[in-house]
């Protein structure tokens, strides 16, 4: 029996530094998965706080979101916590799906691997391509081979988890979409909740770590419209929850 989007809730795990910017990331995830603010449970790790057994069981799926300083290669005092939450998730087939640092901690937190790769960092909006696995999985299937999405990283997916299945990459940087198995759990590398102006004002935050070569003024002067990679969160949300 099929939901409504109105009726479902969200909890949103947050490693933020800076109380605008995680503001920030919940508006936008609100905007593109067509959700009120008031479905979205937002927990910032870095804060200190971490979600209760409540906060987990009564929402419909999980997001973990990105994270501008907070290196994934690097442990926190919630990697571990947070460690156990991924597998959990995973292990009850429940809704699980990480954007850019959350993408690249689901990986690691299933034993795959993360590395810091500057030479395949990626900032602005670039070009992602879906692999053959991609192109028949529900969440891209009847969709472009090839889109534009936002990306601002340095650290990357360099071997993904036992059972793991690439869905997309780009010319830079491999693994730029993965799923576990058959179960509702993705990483997507790029950040799925920006367009190109929300991609500029989360990036002037951090434009000492990312801007490359000028990137930031291209942000400026040619800002791609996303429309694929735009719809992404709220597919994801329809597939898995609203009709799962």
Excluded at 83 to 101: E, I, K, N, S, Y
Aim: glycine content about 8%; some cysteine.
């Amino acid at each position: 029996m099929s939901r409504s989007l109105a009726d479902i809730r969200i909890l949103l795990i947050q490693i933020r530094e800076r109380a605008d910017v995680a503001d920030h990331e919940k508006h936008c995830i609100c905007v593109r998965a067509g959700l009120e603010d008031a479905q979205i449970a937002a927990v910032n790790l870095v804060s200190g706080s971490f979600p209760d057994a409540r906060q987990v069981t009564e929402v419909d799926a999980i997001i973990i979101g990105g994270s501008g300083v907070y290196s994934v290669t690097q442990d926190h005092p919630f990697s571990a916590p947070l460690t156990q939450l991924v597998r959990d998730t995973v292990a009850a087939g429940r809704p699980l799906l990480g954007a850019c640092w959350g993408h690249q901690f689901i990986a690691k937190a299933l034993g795959g691997e993360v590395i810091t790769d500057r030479e395949r960092g990626e900032t602005g909006i670039q070009p992602v391509t879906l692999t053959n696995a991609g192109s028949i999985d529900p969440l891209f299937h009847g969709l472009p081979a090839q889109f534009d999405a936002a990306m601002g990283h340095n650290d990357r997916v360099s071997t993904l988890p036992p059972g793991a299945v690439e869905l997309a990459t780009s010319a830079r940087c491999p693994n730029q979409c993965f799923r576990i198995a058959d179960r509702p759990v993705y990483g997507t590398q790029f950040h799925a909740e920006l367009s190109a102006e929300q991609l500029l004002e989360r990036l002037n935050h951090y434009h000492e770590i990312y801007d490359r070569g000028g990137s930031l003024d291209d942000l400026r002067t040619d800002p791609k419209a996303t429309p694929i990679a735009d719809g992404l969160l709220r597919r994801w949300l329809e597939l898995y929850v609203v009709y799962g």
